[in-house]
Nanobody, 119 residues
């Protein structure tokens, strides 16, 4: 129902910052819980950050707390992931995801954007 396209990935040095964008179409992000996931080589996909439109809380994975920031811009129908103090372990394909508020599992996924952090 909603299509998601990630952008902003690239190659950075450890300690640098990067901002990922997720542009949505076919639906308003205001009607969805939005989240970011990542999958590193040889590892399972893990939750990074996200929150529901009507929630006062934004959730973060333990490994990124204090370094990453999730935000929404409804006027652009876009969500962001600001990543600071990047570490080599942050190297992964990052995916944007969406779900209806009443649905417990994320339903819609982007194709991913590669983040490479060199040491």
């Amino acid at each position: 129902q909603v299509q998601l396209v990630e952008s902003g990935g690239g190659l950075v040095q450890a300690g640098d910052s990067l901002r990922l964008s997720c542009s949505a179409s076919g639906g308003s992000i205001s009607n969805y819980a939005m989240g970011w996931f990542r999958q590193a080589p040889g590892k399972e996909r893990e939750f990074v950050a996200g929150g529901a439109w009507n929630s006062a809380y934004i959730l973060y994975g333990d490994s990124v707390k204090g370094r990453f920031t999730f935000s929404r811009d409804p006027s652009k129908n876009t969500v962001y992931l600001q990543m600071n103090t990047l570490k080599p372990e942050d190297l992964a394909v990052y995916y944007c995801a969406a779900r209806r508020i009443s649905v417990p599992k994320y339903e819609y996924w982007g194709q991913g954007t590669q983040v490479t952090v060199s040491s």
